[in-house]
């Protein structure tokens, strides 16, 4: 399994960008889906998680701002994020809760490379 991150760059504040989160290979369902992010010198924290059903949850910081969403057909996750701070500047990581095999009930943590977001003052 693989996730491959992308849409991260370089923006001013008050910009937008959507990230988005590929998940290839042996998947037989993704469950939850997230997004977290790791700024220099800090440890790395949840940003946002979309459920199969959709529900959403995010972080204070990030409320009113930021939009997560998926395409279960194409196993793809957005983050669509305006209204961007300085402080918003991290690493941004994509990871899955997902079952590899019909005949297989365990759940496995995938983690993607990461993007860079960077957000000038």
């Known amino acids: 399994v693989r996730l491959v991150e992308s849409g991260g760059g370089l923006v001013q504040a008050g910009g937008s960008l959507r990230l988005s989160c590929a998940a290839s290979g042996s998947i037989y369902r993704i469950n939850t889906m997230a997004w977290y992010r790791q700024a220099p010198g800090k440890q790395r924290e949840l940003v946002a998680t979309i459920s199969t059903g959709r529900g959403t949850n995010y972080a204070d910081s990030v409320k009113g701002r930021f939009t997560i969403s998926r395409d279960n057909g194409e196993n793809t996750m957005y983050l669509q994020m305006n209204s961007l701070k300085p402080e918003d500047t991290a690493v941004y990581y994509c990871?899955?809760?997902?079952?590899?095999?019909?005949?297989?009930?365990?759940?496995?943590?995938?983690w993607g490379q990461g993007t860079q977001v960077t957000v000038s003052s």
């Open positions: 990871n899955a809760v997902l079952r590899v095999d019909v005949r297989d009930l365990s759940e496995y943590h995938f």
